[in-house]
């Protein structure tokens, strides 16, 4: 991994629905003190049961989530756009799952000052993350659904 100065433009700035509705000038200068990361393929970028100091977002490239171990299926893919490692952030609690890269990626990690500053700067960004994590919910109850219909064909 490697930390360089924070380049982003306005039109990769619009893909990224944590800054919906905010314009990167209102928050350029929060930004632009966060570290852009350049992972190379097959990296582990959060373990779980670790501390973690990072909200990522993904610029460029796809992770995959992956819960019990690094050898388990992923339960999610994420890609340009999304963000991961939220939760640890916001509650300081250790992280849940491990995410890998699975090609070469390129990454913004949003440590904790910086992200409540972004809240308090824009509540736009608060919003859509609550939005985020509701959809993730949602994904998860629907998932959780069709597992217990799966064990309940079998007998269970």
């Known amino acids: 991994m490697s930390?360089?100065?924070l380049t982003i433009n306005p039109a990769e700035f619009k893909h990224i629905p944590l800054f919906s509705s905010v314009s990167i000038?209102?928050?350029e200068d929060i930004l632009l003190k966060c570290p852009l990361l350049r992972i190379d393929e097959g990296r582990v970028i959060i373990a779980a049961?670790?501390?973690?100091?990072?909200?990522?977002?993904?610029?460029?490239?796809t992770v995959s989530?992956?819960?019990d171990s690094l050898d388990a299926p992923p339960v999610a893919h994420l890609a340009r756009g999304d963000v991961f490692g939220e939760?640890?952030?916001?509650?300081?609690?250790?992280?849940?799952?491990?995410?890998?890269?699975e090609e070469r990626c390129r990454?913004?990690?949003?440590?904790?000052?910086?992200?409540?500053?972004?809240?308090?700067?824009t509540p736009y960004i608060a919003n859509n993350l609550l939005?985020?994590?509701?959809?993730?919910v949602r994904t998860s109850n629907?998932?959780?659904?069709?597992?217990?219909?799966?064990?309940?064909e079998l007998g269970g």
């Open 107 to 121: 990454l913004l990690g949003l440590d904790r000052d910086a992200l409540w500053e972004l809240f308090r700067r």
């Open 3 to 5: 930390d360089t100065i």
């Open 49 to 61: 049961g670790q501390p973690n100091e990072r909200l990522y977002i993904v610029l460029r490239g």
């Open 131 to 136: 939005s985020i994590l509701s959809r993730r």
């Open 87 to 101: 939760l640890s952030v916001i509650d300081g609690e250790p992280t849940s799952a491990f995410v890998v890269t």
């Open 65 to 67: 989530v992956r819960l």
């Open 25 to 27: 000038f209102d928050v």
């Open 142 to 152: 629907v998932q959780l659904e069709e597992f217990q219909g799966r064990i309940k």
